[in-house]
């Protein structure tokens, strides 16, 4: 029986109370929970009273499998624990390990056995066996565009520093650059950017193009791989999850997926 160690309590979190509850996901039960906000842990505790109360968000002593729902930099404050602890790492913020260059180093310098034990969720994209695969015989380039509705990137800091003025009618590139620099700037909206570049040419090489897009309701994902063994492009248009419009569904049930996999 796995015991599961949850940080977060939003959308993702939420659909992995849920998949436990009604055993989607295997042989597990949720040993312990945490979110930064106390009034939604009470909330959640009242409903599931079984649940541990994590005191602060390294309290995952009693758990197996510890999965990060928040944000990028709870994933580098915990990653020292996970490790020492040997517990099973399930990071939904992706990002983190390209955007802080100290974790970066920590993850790619890890042990053989202990890197097992983080399992990167494939989120809102696929084709990770065939790009994993190719990858041994030298990719050449490596490239995600992201469109996504308009909807999603108001209030988005990076647009107005940028005095970037998004259209109603037509689509408006809002970013081109690497995969470190858009998961830094869009740190939400774009782990699969992160996810894609742990898998291919890094951070730096990995490039991104992010459009906002008025005329689309669904999240769209297109992956551009050359290599010496072929080129391929994988294109993925998801439903936006029915709380989050920034998360995709799929990216839920990726982690729910993982948690299978353990």
Known sequence: MKKIGLIGLGYIGTTIIEAVTDETIEDAIIQAVYDIDEERM??????????????????????????????????????????????????????????????????QTLDKMKKKRILLPSGAIGGFDCIETVKAERIQSAKLKTRKPKRVFRNSSYIEENEIKLSDATPTIIFTGNAKQAATHFPKSVNVAARLALSTLGPENTLVEIIADPTVSQ???TIEIESDVGKYTFNFENNPSPINPKTSWLAALSAINTINQI
């Open 219 to 221: 999240n769209i994902h």
């Open 42 to 107: 009470k909330e959640v505790h009242g409903e599931f009273p079984e649940f541990r109360l994590m005191e602060d968000q390294t309290d995952f002593h009693d758990c197996d499998v510890v999965i990060e729902c928040a944000i990028q930099e709870v994933v580098a404050q915990i990653f020292d624990s996970i490790v020492q602890d040997e517990k099973y790492f399930i990071p939904m913020s992706v990002g983190a390990f390209i955007t802080i260059d100290s974790l970066y180093s920590k993850y």
